[in-house]
């Protein structure tokens, strides 16, 4: 990866210059059966039409506050890169109250009520589907962002040292966030073509940095598993051997 990378947009504009096609996200929900894999490239797109979105539609402006109220789930990492790419600041599981905007699954959709700002949900259905009808007060993500741009560029160039995420009572800037990423990924034993398998969640810094900004960091990929407890030792064997895991935490 390149060493001059100092937010996580510039991460994953490295990745999308070194390798393109080459996995980074690797999503499994066990309670559903879903699988779905997103090469550099498509996670980029999404990212790109997300930020769009963010700037563009919710009129969203650097420092704003965007209170995620999402599980670890692959749509989750595309927002948190697509608040980097504007210089909104991510708060993981965040006060909706406090928030400017909000961005909500399906069982959060109460609680991010109280956020007076904008509010979007996400279904969070296999393939990115939609709500059969969109719940009152909010956009359904998976309506608004297909027609988005499939290249971002910001209004203004997103600080290194501004605000970017809150997550279990830690804040961090863009640099830092780069920083802790690269040691946590080197102390981790990760490097380009690691395969990093994680059942964590993303409401804590280890649960985000294992499942996406370290292998992002290090030039790995990851393999995002939510209910990952429904699965069982053998079934979580064969998919470690048939995802060539390098590492589970």
Same mark, same amino acid.
């Given at each position: ?25 690797? *999503? ?10 997103? @090469?550099?490239?498509? *996670?980029?797109? #999404? ?30 990492? %595309? ?6 790419? %504007? ?15 909000? %961005? ?9 009520? !109280? ?20 719940? =009152? ?20 160039? %997103? ?12 804040? *961090?800037? !863009?640099? =830092? ?5 690269? =040691?946590?990924?080197? !102390? ?5 073509? @690691? ?9 804590? #810094? ?14 790995? @990929? ?10 069982? !030792? ?6 470690? =051997? @048939? ?7």
């Amino acid at each position: 990866m390149n060493a001059s990378d100092r937010t996580p947009a510039d991460l994953l504009r490295s990745a999308l210059a070194a390798d393109p096609a080459r996995p980074l996200v690797t *999503f499994y929900d066990d309670a559903t059966g879903e699988r779905v894999e997103l @090469s550099v490239a498509t *996670f980029a797109n #999404w990212v790109a039409k997300t930020a769009n979105l963010l700037q563009g539609d919710l009129a969203a402006e650097p420092g704003d506050r965007l209170a995620l109220l999402l599980p670890a789930h692959w749509q989750s990492a %595309v927002w948190l890169l697509a608040c980097a790419s %504007v210089g909104v600041v991510a708060e993981v599981q965040g006060d909706p109250a406090g928030a400017d905007l909000v %961005v909500s699954g399906p069982d959060t959709l109460d609680a991010a009520r !109280a956020c007076r700002g904008e509010r979007i949900a996400l279904a969070l259905r296999p393939l990115g589907g939609r709500f059969p009808q969109a719940p =009152e007060g909010f956009a359904d993500y998976a309506v608004e962002v297909p027609g988005q741009g499939d290249r971002f560029a910001p209004f203004a160039p %997103v600080d290194p040292d501004g605000p970017a995420l809150m997550v279990g009572g830690a804040a *961090f800037t !863009a640099a =830092e966030l780069v920083a802790r990423a690269r =040691e946590d990924g080197a !102390a981790l034993g990760l490097g380009a073509g @690691s395969r990093l398998l994680s059942g964590r969640s993303y409401d804590t #810094w280890d649960g985000l940095v294992a499942g996406l900004y370290a292998p992002l960091a290090t030039g790995g @990929s990851v393999v995002l598993c939510r209910h990952l407890d429904r699965l069982g !030792a053998d079934a979580l064997a064969q998919r470690v =051997e @048939s995802e060539r895991v390098t590492l589970t935490v």
